[in-house]
């Protein structure tokens, strides 16, 4: 069993950035897939990037270029860079693990898709990232 914390949401104004932070307890980090979703009350939870097993990247079109996912083995940590955050980006963010070979999905085709969500095991408790215009 794994354990996911994440830290680093907050608001801030158009234009600004955040960085979050998951932490993960209880087992080896490079063996596991990681993810970054959003869900807005009300709506299915969506995927924003992921970072497979060999560091490879994937993000929905409508944060690349502006958000960047990013791991730290030695620290069992899994970063998202958030800049020129827009109000659409305002959402509770979560880190997601799993043990899949290969590595689900989080987005399709640069599309966030609600199923992607059901190949992730672990889920942290979440943290909003609120933008005001």
């Known amino acids: 069993q794994i354990q996911l914390v994440e830290s680093g949401g907050g608001s801030v104004q158009t234009g600004g950035s955040l960085r979050l932070t998951c932490v993960v307890f209880g087992d080896p980090y490079s063996s596991i897939c990681m993810a970054w979703f959003r869900q807005a009350p009300g709506n299915e939870r969506e995927g924003v990037a992921r970072i497979d097993r060999d560091g490879t990247t994937s993000y929905t079109d409508s944060v690349k270029g502006r958000f960047a996912i990013s791991k730290d083995d030695v620290n069992n940590t899994l970063y998202l860079q958030m800049n020129t955050l827009q109000p659409a980006d305002t959402d509770m963010y979560y880190c997601?693990?799993?043990?899949?070979?290969?590595?689900?999905?989080?987005?399709?085709?640069?599309?966030?898709?609600?199923?992607?969500?059901?190949?992730?095991?672990?889920w942290g408790q979440g943290t909003q990232v609120t933008v005001s215009s």
């Open positions: 997601a693990a799993s043990y899949r070979v290969p590595c689900p999905p989080a987005v399709v085709n640069g599309m966030p898709r609600p199923e992607m969500a059901d190949g992730y095991n672990y």
